[in-house]
């Protein structure tokens, strides 16, 4: 039997994970869905991490609750509720021991696959921090209280919204998170800020509007955030899409290198 848990931190005895967002929210610091294979000492479990609207197998992958309770649980569960927050299509990863179960457990749906690549900082010490050169009329800026009081910034709504996404309130944020912005007089044209955190972890969510794409502001917000990190000694976590070129390049030319890939699987629901 698979059980939810609800509004508290999780302690698994012997614990191991390498999805960081799917440990801020077994942390509590993310809003999501924990389901787990025994409620008082689980040794494996299926998280939902609002933020980025999916699903991962994390723990103990010789789990038969999960191996054998998966399929019900997608449909009986889990498709009724993502139908309400008008989620399409349902994504899980869970990395090459959980695998296995994911193929046989979905086999009869149309299983899509693709690679995530995920970057991190090997050497802080070698990042270039020197910014490049911006017109006069744009600044970056620090994602605090007053940047998101200001009525001048002409669409924050837009970053109040992702925020509130992957937070749930902009309190959690302003408490754990951290980020950057750059802004081209009144208009936020990129941003950069802690999508999830776990630990010292902050996965990076990195964003440029579509009209100012192509022209390096990605970089400059990210730098920003980098610098922060760096300085506090914390563990910045760039995960992405293989194909994402574009990304992977990015995160090459601020320092990271690629530490390890897993699969991500879809289906539409």
Not at 157 to 164: A, E, H, I, R, V
Not at 208 to 213: D, K
Request: aromatic share 12%; with cysteine; proline share 4%.
């Amino acid at each position: 039997m698979i059980y939810e848990i609800e509004g508290q931190s999780i302690n698994f005895p012997t614990f191991e994970c390498r999805f960081p967002e799917a440990l801020a929210v077994i942390e509590g610091n993310n809003p999501g869905w924990v389901f787990v294979d025994d409620p008082n000492i689980p040794s494996a479990a299926l998280v939902w991490a609002q933020g980025i609207e999916g699903f991962y197998l994390v723990g103990d992958a010789s789990s038969a609750v999960f191996r054998d309770e998966l399929n019900f649980l997608v449909d009986r569960v889990l498709k009724p509720r993502l139908d309400n927050l008008g989620v399409s299509w349902f994504e899980i990863s869970g990395g090459e021991n959980w695998d296995p179960v994911i193929q046989k457990a979905l086999s009869k749906r149309d299983l899509k696959s693709n690679q995530q690549w995920v970057h991190i900082l090997r050497d802080a010490g070698q990042v270039k921090m020197t910014q490049p050169e911006l017109p006069d009329n744009f600044g970056l800026r620090r994602i605090n209280e007053d940047l998101l009081a200001n009525s001048t910034v002409s669409n924050k709504q837009f970053l109040f919204s992702k925020l509130t996404h992957f937070w749930g309130s902009m309190d959690a944020f302003l408490n754990l998170g951290l980020g950057y912005v750059l802004v081209d007089e009144e208009e936020i044209v990129s941003s950069c800020y802690s999508g999830f955190v776990a630990g010292d972890i902050h996965a990076i969510d990195i964003e440029t509007e579509q009209s100012h794409r192509r022209r390096g502001y990605a970089e400059t917000a990210a730098r920003a955030f980098l610098a922060e990190c760096i300085e506090k000694h914390l563990q910045p976590h760039w995960d992405c899409m293989a194909e994402n070129i574009a990304s992977v390049h990015l995160a090459e030319k601020l320092g990271f290198s690629r530490s390890h890939e897993y699969t991500l699987y879809s289906f539409q629901l």
